[in-house]
């Protein structure tokens, strides 16, 4: 007999589908939170057989069942825990852990997909191109690759997770996966994924609006409270505020926080962990500590939404030969202008800060973060402009 404790996302869920199909009815298979694992766990270690073969996917025990989870191992060898977080890589140093972020190819890696390379290599499931390819759309999903090789079919295997019930998913998959030569999605579902996108779209136009800047330690955050769609959320609001080091989504309904970033540079796994949590460089999560809680809705509660740029402005353009105007809600003004075509000269007010920038991006990324300041309508570009040209006709 087997038992699969896993995550309750895609990935974890294409984990317990790959379970389904190695062992059939002879597996046991219960999806988790984060916080819920633990005691999966240790009701298994007290309640289940103990001839019963334990895997642990897309999830590790805390402290006290890491041990308990290590002598039961020694007792009769029968527990395998897969993951591919980078913080759960001491789980290596046990036997019966296999942690793998990124493999030989430089491919991150998935628990989807390394639980299915396990069952293969040892022949507990057969490999067919249906099973590979929905394994691959998992992984790229999770692994958000989707987006940078433009499969939008991972993208909508994930939305299809979430428009239907855990059950439902699971028995579509499944018998999609043992009567098809390739994976793909029906008629119906590719109406209602078309639905649910345009959905997302009207979803992250709203919280585009809502969205807060606040500095929690050495980083800029952009904080935004949401209930679904994190994922997608993180990513968008992300490239929407480039001068943002991650965003932040506060779960109230949860009492969580999911954290996403679009540069490698910052690692979101290192915020997670100061507050308990973990995950990926560019996306993790935590639960909403006291802590975490002071500073991300405390802290921020009273911020105003960070101003957007104009859109469709003709006249007032970034890296505009005749310089970018800004302003900010203090009603500070601001223009950024190359003054040789090497250096990117910042006024304030019309005066020239002392600082310089090699590039426009670097030059708006400055303002955005110390001034909070957005590029202003054609219209009230215009305004200033002819305001200007008044005042030195009358000096």
């Known amino acids: 007999m087997y038992k699969l404790l896993s995550h309750n996302d895609l990935d974890g869920v294409g984990c317990g589908i790959l379970a389904k199909l190695a062992f059939g009815e002879n597996v046991k ?13 240790e009701y298994f270690l007290e309640n289940d057989e103990p001839d019963t073969f334990l895997f642990v996917t897309d999830l590790t025990p805390n402290g006290d ?9 020694n007792a009769n060898g029968k527990v395998q ?12 140093d046990y036997e019966w852990g296999y942690i793998l972020v990124e493999d030989q190819e430089g491919k991150l890696t998935s628990a989807t997909s390394l639980l299915y390379e396990y069952l293969v290599s040892n022949k507990l499931l ?11 759309l998992v992984r790229q999903y999770d692994t958000w690759e989707w987006e940078k090789n433009g499969n939008h079919q991972a993208h909508s295997l994930n939305s299809l997770f979430y ?33 649910e996108s345009e959905k997302i779209d009207r979803y992250i136009r709203r919280k585009k609006r809502e969205i807060v800047q606040a500095k929690v330690g050495d980083h800029i955050a952009g904080v935004v409270y949401a209930e679904t769609y994190h994922s997608e959320l993180g990513n ?47 996306a993790s999560g935590c639960t909403l500590t006291e802590e975490a809680y002071k500073l991300f809705v405390l802290d921020t509660f009273h911020l105003s939404s ?40 910042l006024e304030k007010n019309k005066i020239e800060l002392e600082e310089t920038f090699t590039s426009f991006e670097d030059g708006e990324r400055f303002l955005k973060r110390n001034y909070e300041a957005a590029l202003v309508r054609d219209d009230l570009f215009v305004d200033y402009l002819m305001s200007e040209v008044k005042k030195r006709e009358e000096a």
């Open 81 to 92: 825990l897969i993951d591919h977080h980078k913080s759960a890589l001491h789980f290596n």
């Open 29 to 41: 298979v219960r999806y988790n939170s984060i916080s819920s694992l633990n005691r999966e766990i």
């Open 236 to 282: 968008e609001l992300g490239k929407e505020f480039p001068h943002l080091d991650y965003i932040a989504i506060v779960i109230m309904g949860g009492k969580r926080i999911s954290l996403r970033t679009i540069y490698d540079h910052v690692d979101v796994s290192e915020v997670a962990g100061q507050f308990g949590g973990g995950g990926h460089q560019k």
């Open 126 to 136: 057969e490999p067919t191109a249906a099973v590979t390819e929905f394994v691959e």
């Open 65 to 73: 069942n890491e041990k308990r989870l290590n002598d039961f191992y």
């Open 163 to 195: 428009l239907i019930s855990m059950e439902e998913f699971e028995e579509k998959i499944m018998e999609r996966l043992r009567t098809s030569d390739h994976f793909d999605f029906d008629e119906f579902e590719k109406k209602i994924l078309k639905m």
């Open 306 to 345: 960070i101003p957007e740029d104009a859109k469709r402005n003709q006249y007032n353009l970034k890296q505009s030969a005749f310089g970018s105007f800004y302003k900010n809600r203090n009603n500070d003004t601001f223009i950024l202008y190359s003054k040789n075509d090497q250096d990117w000269i």
